[in-house]
């Protein structure tokens, strides 16, 4: 096990070193700039700007200065907002985080729940039921679902704020701060659920559906043990490990995916943050946020990997 700790850790190195070259490539190589995007500027003023920033120095040169710095921790300046990067990213990380991860904690309860129900009831009323309301869930873009939310939760029922994260103007503190909070991220975290627990939910199905045909399910029942320890305790034991290495993926797509929910809902989070850079090219903030999603889904992975091993002594690594 330790030998393949550090294998990967080895080859977390490269893939991050991949990541960091189609990143800075890929913003770099794309035309214009935040100098260039703006119109009020004199082309004189623009070439003073480009050589303050570095901008005016070959790719690959500016690559390895943006390297070198992003390995101390040092992702440059927001040219928008005129802060650091990692204190910039800081100041709204926790926002998307708060809302990632109750989204993620709801998706996979509801997804294993309903996965395990519709697996032991195939064919049923409550299994086509479930089959249909997933590939709908799974077809919705999420520009839509949130909008038509909005409509129907904050605006014709007026049960939650339509946006934000506490009320404006508001001074509440303790427990009525955390309760305006949670008032104000119910919308966004049940668009987030309502877009994942679709493909989650058929997952689950699907591993439930192999793991109780198999011969040790059939010799459980044999000895007599009642169906829910059958299902619960072996089963649906055995349908999570696959699972493990799936949550690997799930927090980063969620930072990832929540980009369109935040500006919907006016969330401030990273998600805002990114697409309001995006738009006025603010190169050095997007390629530290993309470089944050990129370190978070390597460590993820691995931390799924080695949790794997844990649960699964069968394909443990010596």
Do not use: C
């Amino acid at each position: 096990m330790k030998a393949y700790i550090i294998r990967r850790l080895l080859y977390m190195v490269l893939t991050l070193f991949g990541a960091s070259v189609l990143i800075f490539g890929l913003y770099a190589l794309t035309p214009g700039d935040f100098v260039d995007n703006n119109p009020k500027l004199t082309d004189e003023r623009k070439a003073e700007l480009k050589q303050m920033y570095g901008l005016d120095k070959p790719v690959v040169e500016r690559y390895f200065v943006w390297l070198g710095n992003a390995v101390r921790g040092d992702f440059g300046y927001s040219l928008q907002y005129q802060q650091p990067v990692t204190s910039l990213l800081g100041q709204y990380i926790w926002n998307s985080f708060l809302i990632a991860s109750a989204s993620t904690l709801f998706t996979w309860l509801i997804a294993i729940v309903i996965g395990v129900i519709s697996a032991t009831r195939q064919y049923s009323f409550f299994d086509s039921a479930v089959t249909i309301g997933a590939f709908a869930a799974m077809s919705f873009p999420s520009f839509f679902a949130g909008l038509l939310i909005i409509k129907f939760f904050a605006v014709d029922l007026g049960w939650f704020p339509p946006g934000g994260m506490i009320t404006t103007g508001s001074n509440a503190t303790g427990l009525a701060y955390v309760w305006e909070v949670i008032d104000h991220m119910f919308l966004p975290v049940l668009v987030l659920t309502m877009l994942g627990v679709g493909s989650l939910t058929r997952y689950f199905r699907t591993n439930m559906l192999e793991i109780i045909r198999q011969d040790f399910i059939r010799t459980a029942r044999a000895k007599g043990l009642k169906e829910k320890t059958v299902v619960y305790k072996h089963a649906l034991r055995n349908a999570l490990l696959p699972a493990i290495t799936l949550l690997g993926f799930e927090l980063p797509a969620l930072f990832g995916g929540a980009i369109i929910t935040e500006k919907i809902f006016n969330w401030p989070g990273v998600g805002q943050l990114y697409m309001q850079a995006f738009s006025l090219r603010d190169y050095p903030l997007l390629m530290g946020f993309t470089i944050f999603l990129a370190i978070l889904t390597v460590v993820s992975n691995l931390l799924a990997d080695l949790l794997y091993g844990v649960a699964d002594p069968r394909v443990r690594l010596k």
